[in-house]
């Protein structure tokens, strides 16, 4: 499990945050432990770790495009910087 996933579990009120380099989070071991042993611990995730970009394309069953491949075929512009006129949607 990552640091930031623990970061999300602690800010959730499911585990406690003991110190330590943010990079390295100490918590404590038995509620880790009892955490661990939840039958609803993928539930748990689901709701309180966001996903990564892989793994929401995969759960709402579509295709992850690359911003680099949309900006080569012409469908999006890098931004410049420069304000744009605003864009009517109707």
Do not use: K, N
């Not at 748990?44 to 709402?60: E, I, S, W, Y």
């Amino acid at each position: 499990m990552t640091a930031s996933a623990i970061g999300h579990l602690v800010h959730a009120g499911l585990l406690t945050y003991l110190g330590g380099e943010p990079a390295h989070p100490d918590v404590h071991p038995d509620q880790v432990a009892a955490l661990a042993r939840r039958r609803d611990l993928p539930a748990l995730l689901d709701r309180h770790v966001p996903l990564g970009p892989d793994q929401a394309a995969h759960r709402l069953g579509v295709c992850r495009t690359d911003f680099t491949d949309q900006v080569s075929r012409g469908r999006v512009a890098r931004w410049d910087g420069r304000p744009r006129p605003p864009v009517s949607v109707y």
